[in-house]
């Protein structure tokens, strides 16, 4: 098997366990907190960045482990992935996640098919999209650049921070907020809502790269 097959592989496979975690937990969470909100936000947020360290930990060598369009364009704007194998990423890690969100209605014994009906809209959401992404882009790009071991860890405590502090229950990735929009349960997003979501998120990654080139640039040797 290919090297390029491998990375796939991993990207999707990472994807839709990633999804399959952020929606199980989310319907599991719900389940048990007995009507309490902060409680069943506070296990799906648990769960999330365990599975976070857990995947980035293992596909990270294999494909980089973006599980996210967002992540994905950043590093080809970098010159660390081509066009082409960028664009097959979009496509696996859509594909790997729909399927994630899939599986986990039937583990649940909810109906496969279904869409959200939770409205996720307004400038504060959007807003928090941006901060979310821009955050998690930054906390990437730093920990590569200053503490490449430490990137699981990073990437997981973000995102559980991330949670919490913003108004949008930090989402930051295209593919996820498409896929959310496929499930009506307590990490869903209404499939009309989405667009200004992904608008917002591909500009805090923007964002991040723009302010990352300055942040995190080789600086130059003694000798030069």
Request: net charge neutral; aromatic share 10%.
């Amino acid at each position: 098997m290919g090297q390029g097959t491998r990375r796939l592989i991993a990207e999707g496979l990472g994807s839709g366990l990633l999804f399959a975690c952020v929606v199980g937990s989310g319907i599991m969470a719900e389940a048990l907190a007995g009507g309490n909100v902060a409680i069943a936000l506070l296990g799906n947020t648990l769960a999330t960045g365990a599975i976070l360290y857990v995947l980035i930990t293992i596909f990270g060598p294999i494909s980089g482990a973006h599980f996210n369009p967002a992540v994905t364009l950043v590093m080809r704007l970098r010159g660390e992935i081509a066009t082409r194998e960028a664009l097959a990423f979009f496509v696996v890690q859509l594909a790997g996640g729909i399927i994630g969100v899939w599986l986990t209605h039937l583990m649940f014994d909810l109906p496969i098919l279904q869409y959200s009906t939770k409205a996720r809209a307004g400038i504060g959401n959007w807003t928090g999209e941006f901060v979310a992404t821009f955050g998690l882009l930054l906390t990437i790009l730093g920990a590569v650049r200053h503490r490449p071991d430490n990137v699981p860890a990073a990437v997981a405590l973000y995102i559980v921070a991330g949670y919490w502090f913003t108004s949008s229950t930090s989402f930051a990735n295209p593919a996820i907020a498409v896929a959310r929009s496929l499930s009506n349960s307590f990490a869903g997003i209404a499939p009309h809502d989405v667009p200004l979501f992904i608008v917002s998120q591909l500009a805090g990654a923007l964002a991040a790269y723009g302010v990352g080139r300055v942040l995190f640039a080789e600086e130059p040797s003694e000798a030069s």
